[in-house]
Antibody, heavy 116, light 108 residues
Framework: EVQLVQSGAEVKKAGESLWISCKGS????????INWVRQMPGKGLEWMGK????????NYSPSFQGHVSISFDKSIGSVYLHWSSLQASDTGMYYC?????????WGQGTPVTVSS | DIQMTQSPSTLSASVGDRVTITCRAS??????LAWYQQKPGKAPKLLIY???SLENGVPSRFSGSGSGTEFTLTISNLQPDDVATYFC??????????FGQGTKVEIK
């Protein structure tokens, strides 16, 4: 069974940096892109970007390009979402998710609160 | 990007009713379509994948159909526990993931 377990809630100030993580089990990172999805309070789901863990190739939504970065640590099997300088508008819930053979699995979500 | 148009945005029905939610893709996506149920403060819960495959453990009153550009989620025999927001999600591997705007299901 594929499981994606995300790091815990974060409360930060605008301008600070942040890493959140998504640890996978039960999957082969050689054939499973890991995606990040944002959900702002009371809103819908927005795809942010994805990474191919086999070679760390990334692809970002234009809406998030340059504001976040996605990386993979093979030694611990975790994918990261990183902000170098948070904004109050980054407040929301962040999910990692993957699709293997057409079946989708999601992490439990990481709530991020950014105060100005 | 592929746009997903989901309707209706809200739906009010009685317990035991059959309800239908529709998603239309702006391009053909074969059967790369999933449906999720989301309750407040919770992660999306997968109900249907590959347009019509029922996720393990999901009640059989949920069903999905369609292919290409038109897709439907049907809840037969609506139950109070089904009160939630439902999203469609296209995951064609050649384009960015996109999602429907959501349908809020309420009990009359």
């Amino acid at each position: 069974e594929v499981q994606l377990v995300q790091s815990g809630a974060e409360v930060k100030k605008a301008g600070e940096s942040l890493w959140i993580s998504c640890k996978g089990s039960g999957l082969s990172f050689s054939n499973s892109w890991i995606n990040w999805v944002r959900q702002m309070p009371g809103k819908g789901l927005e795809w942010m970007g994805k990474i191919d863990p086999s070679d760390s190739y990334t692809n970002y939504s234009p809406s998030f390009q340059g504001h976040v970065s996605i990386s993979f640590d093979k030694s611990i099997g975790s994918v990261y979402l990183h902000w170098s300088s948070l904004q109050a508008s980054d407040t929301g819930m962040y999910y990692c998710a993957t699709s293997i053979d057409g079946h989708n699995s999601w992490g439990q979500g990481t709530p991020v609160t950014v105060s100005s | 990007d592929i746009q997903m148009t989901q309707s209706p945005s809200t739906l009010s029905a009685s317990v035991g009713d059959r309800v239908t939610i529709t998603c239309r893709a702006s391009q053909r996506i074969s059967s790369w379509l999933a449906w999720y149920q989301q309750k407040p403060g919770k992660a999306p819960k997968l109900l249907i994948y590959k347009a019509s495959s029922l996720e393990n453990g999901v009640p059989s009153r949920f069903s999905g159909s369609g292919s290409g550009t038109e897709f439907t989620l049907t809840i037969s025999n609506l139950q109070p526990d089904d009160v939630a927001t439902y999203f469609c999600h296209q995951y064609n591997s050649y384009s960015p993931w996109t999602f429907g705007q959501g349908t809020k299901v309420e009990i009359k």
